[in-house]
């Protein structure tokens, strides 16, 4: 089967960074992505990792280790406006189709 | 575009009855899915469409649940009879892969579903 694990809570300070972890467990893996959600809206994309390494975009950046089954995402300059939900979700081809399966979020705390 | 639009908004019904969630999703995507969320089992994928046709609804729970996606900006999901196992945040998203994934999916606002 396929599984996805991430921190259930993450606390930092605003201007900081953070780094949320997350390790799979799946066979076919395609790629990772990571979504960011406020409470009661909607998940929103933020990136998708198919290839080891790093992608940068703007303070938000997601490393892809396929050898490890691991990935993260990289918060800095931390605004308050970043407290949310992110979740990691892997994709992964099965039965000659690819799915999608999101881990159970981690919720990220900015403090003053 | 003004993104993935869901209706109603929020919606309380009592056991027993039919319930349908709306949604248009964006102009020239060609996937459509819909994801419900719950406290107790997260996001889950329950149906998506690529070019208007059901290709995965091997999450939709029971058959109290049905999907329908008449054309390429509307679909439809509907519960009948709803119970109060039911009640969740219903999500549609759209992408404009044809790989059905899921993969930078844009999703609505969501309609919250309360079953009573």
């Known amino acids: 089967g396929q599984s996805l694990e991430q921190p259930s809570e993450v606390t930092a300070v605003e201007g900081a960074i953070v780094q949320i972890n997350c390790t799979y467990q799946?066979?076919?893996?395609?790629?990772l992505s990571w979504y960011q959600q406020h409470d009661g809206g909607a998940p929103t994309f933020l990136s998708y990792?198919?290839?080891?390494g790093l992608e940068e975009t703007g303070r938000f950046s997601s490393f892809l280790s396929r050898s490890d089954s691991y990935g993260y995402l990289l918060l800095q300059e931390l605004q308050m406006k970043d407290s949310a939900s992110y979740f990691c979700?892997?994709?992964?081809?099965?039965?000659?189709?690819?799915?999608?399966?999101f881990g159970s979020g981690t919720r990220l705390l900015v403090r003053p | 575009d003004a993104g993935v639009i869901q209706s109603p908004r929020h919606e309380v019904t009592e056991m027993g009855q039919e319930v349908t969630l709306r949604c248009k999703p964006i102009?020239?995507?060609?996937?459509l899915f819909w994801y419900r969320q719950t406290m107790m089992r997260g996001l889950e994928l329950l149906i998506y469409?690529?070019?208007?046709?059901?290709?995965?609804d091997s999450g939709m729970p029971e058959d109290r649940f049905s999907a329908k996606m008449p054309n390429a900006s509307f679909s439809t999901l509907k519960i009948q009879p709803s119970e109060p196992r039911d009640s969740a945040v219903y999500f549609c998203?759209?992408?404009?892969?044809?790989?059905?994934?899921?993969?930078?999916?844009?999703f609505g606002q969501g309609t919250r579903l309360t079953v009573v």
């Open positions: 990792n198919a290839l080891d």
């Open positions: 979700a892997v994709r992964f081809r099965m039965d000659s189709s690819y799915k999608l399966i």
């Open positions: 102009s020239g995507h060609n996937s």
């Open positions: 799946t066979s076919g893996f395609y790629g």
């Open positions: 998203a759209s992408s404009p892969r044809t790989t059905g994934d899921g993969t930078e999916a844009f």
């Open positions: 469409f690529n070019n208007n046709v059901p290709i995965d």
